[in-house]
Antibody, heavy 122, light 109 residues
Framework: QVQLVQSGAEVRKPWASVRVSCKASGYIFTDYYFHWVRQAPGQGLEWMGIINPRGGHTTYSKKFQGRITMTRDTSTSTLYMDLNSLRSEDTALYYC???????????????WGQGTLVTVSS | QTVVTQEPSVTVSPGGTVTLTCGSNTGAVTSSYSPNWFQQQPGQAPRALIYSTTNRHSWTPARFSGSLLRGKAALTLSGVQPEDEAVYYCVLFFGGGPIFGGGTQLTVL
């Protein structure tokens, strides 16, 4: 079965960087897009970006461009999301989520990781 | 700025039927936006329910159905169960990327 297992909680000071990982299993890693989505405490879901694991091509939300980098390691079926210049407003649960198959017509998100809490505090 | 709108809260009686909607300030929602719906229980990750407007995932109970309704995407729950109490999010896929609605808190009372 499809599983997305994320790294553990992180605490960072303002202006620091954080890396969150997401290990996929149960299917062919390079066959599906991946999204990163975050959720601030008590708030809704916010899309951050998408990566094609075949070539590593990324598209980021304009809100995060310049601060975010999404990468993948196909040898370990692991995704990474780096966010730098952290501020208190970046305190949130960060989710990886599997998108549609590469080349599919219809867009969707199906499986989600368990979430990684990133806390930014001085 | 594109905004996806959902009802903030809706209440339904057990066994009843309720429809949640998902609109856009850019105009009518069509199937080209590939509306998806998710359910989020407290303390849990979101769970996908519906994709491409009307399609259930293999794990989605049949009481959940998706449609287009008067220019919006819609999620209808028929025969609501107490465990359906949750926050429901829609997402629409625009050229610049997907945008989530603010979520609807569904209360079963």
């Amino acid at each position: 079965q499809v599983q997305l297992v994320q790294s553990g909680a992180e605490v960072r000071k303002p202006w620091a960087s954080v890396r969150v990982s997401c290990k996929a299993s149960g299917y062919i890693f390079t066959d599906y897009y991946f999204h990163w989505v975050r959720q601030a405490p008590g708030q809704g879901l916010e899309w951050m970006g998408i990566i094609n694991p075949r070539g590593g091509h990324t598209t980021y939300s304009k809100k995060f461009q310049g601060r975010i980098t999404m990468t993948r390691d196909t040898s370990t079926s692991t995704l990474y999301m780096d966010l730098n210049s952290l501020r208190s407003e970046d305190t949130a649960l960060y989710y990886c989520a599997r998108g549609e198959a590469v080349g599919a017509n219809q867009r969707h998100i199906d499986h989600w990781g368990q979430g990684t809490l990133v806390t930014v505090s001085s | 700025q594109t905004v996806v709108t959902q009802e903030p809260s809706v209440t339904v009686s057990p066994g009843g039927t309720v429809t949640l909607t998902c609109g856009s300030n850019t105009g009518a929602v069509t199937s080209s936006y590939s509306p998806n719906w998710f359910q989020q229980q407290p303390g849990q990750a979101p769970r996908a329910l519906i994709y491409s407007t009307t399609n259930r995932h293999s794990w989605t109970p049949a009481r959940f159905s998706g449609s287009l309704l008067r220019g919006k995407a819609a999620l209808t729950l028929s025969g609501v169960q107490p465990e359906d109490e949750a926050v429901y999010y829609c997402v629409l896929f625009f050229g610049g990327g997907p945008i989530f609605g603010g979520g609807t808190q569904l209360t079963v009372l």
